[in-house]
């Protein structure tokens, strides 16, 4: 085989090859800070309520505001959460994870300046709003 024909071969393998750096989905960083100033940046504290059966125990996180979007985490009922920006039927929270992490840790009740996505050191992402039952905001 010559050359250019290796050459040409090497390059059709090369473009039927899986990529090195698989695309992945978007995430929607929940808004914070959004009631200004005077506001803490995540203005309510929410509980996560009673599921419907069919959707077991867990309410599943999701990387966007929307039933389709990926699930990035699911919380237990009762786990407590930040309750930052709102979509329609969607709540952007913001929530503790791991074992020495806890709700005062995620740096949303002071305010901000303006509003900005969440960079703090808690997950974050979208629920239905129905799922969560506010307990002070």
């Not at 250019?4 to 090497?10: G, R, S």
């Not at 806890?102 to 129905?130: I, M, N, Q």
């Amino acid at each position: 085989m010559g050359l250019t024909a290796f050459a040409a071969i090497a390059v059709l393998v090369l473009a039927s090859a899986p990529s090195a750096h698989p695309v992945e989905e978007p995430i929607r960083t929940p808004l914070v800070g959004l009631e200004g100033p005077q506001t803490d940046a995540c203005p309510g504290i929410g509980r996560v309520n009673s599921l419907e059966p069919r959707k077991g125990d867990l309410l599943r996180v999701r990387a966007e505001a929307n039933e389709v979007a990926k699930v990035t985490d699911e919380l237990a009922v009762s786990t407590l959460v930040w309750l930052c920006e709102a979509d329609e039927d969607w709540q952007g929270i913001v929530y503790p994870k791991g074992e020495f992490q806890e709700l005062g840790d995620c740096r949303v009740s002071s305010a901000l300046a303006k509003p900005e996505p969440y960079r703090g050191p808690c997950h974050f992402g979208w629920v239905e709003a129905k799922y969560v039952e506010l307990v002070a905001g």
